[in-house]
């Protein structure tokens, strides 16, 4: 081997590593894409935000419904988005307590827990359900499917004996 061939070695092997740095930030964009592909929405760098499940069940007994909500996609920035309650089956100040409030994402989180607050009456009233909705996403963030979850409030006044 001469000292050409050397060199040229030299910068195959420089031009490999090139190619594999490139193939794995590539793999790692194709991959956020394609998962956020795979859930029926177009990729954004700030974040695409959804419920975690479109139904959540809460023991009326429990203090709280605890809700997620997702950041797909891209997680780049501080990003807000709204969420309101409306009133199904149950209502407002009888039911569950709050009317809407806002979720903060820092950058790169991509979770948030909300906790909604069930009243434990003494009604029998059966199942009741609840709407949390997703609206006015800031700082770049846009809100996919599902935007919203209904809350089903299972009674616990059933099993009492009326006389
Ligand atoms: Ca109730
Ligand atoms: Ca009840």
């Not at 760098?45 to 709280?64: N, S």
Request: overall charge positive; proline content about 1%.
């Amino acid at each position: 081997m001469n000292l050409k061939d050397s060199v040229r070695l030299g910068s195959d092997k420089l031009r490999m590593v090139i190619i594999v740095m490139i193939s794995i930030v590539l793999v790692f964009t194709l991959q956020g894409a394609a998962s956020a592909k795979g859930k029926g929405i177009t990729y954004n760098k700030h974040g695409v935000i959804v419920m975690h499940k479109e139904l959540y069940h809460v023991k009326e007994g429990q203090r709280y419904a605890a809700v997620t909500v997702e950041r797909l996609g891209g997680s780049m920035g501080n990003v807000t988005v709204d969420y309101c309650l409306c009133d199904l089956t149950a209502k407002k100040g009888s039911d569950f307590l709050g009317s809407s409030g806002t979720i903060a994402f820092r950058n790169g989180e991509r979770t948030k827990r909300i906790q909604l607050k069930i009243i434990d009456d003494q009604i029998i009233e059966g199942m009741e359900t609840f709407r949390v909705k997703l609206m006015n996403p800031k700082g770049g963030a846009v809100i996919g499917k599902p935007g919203e979850a209904i809350v089903e409030i299972i009674d616990n006044d059933n099993n009492v004996v009326v006389a």
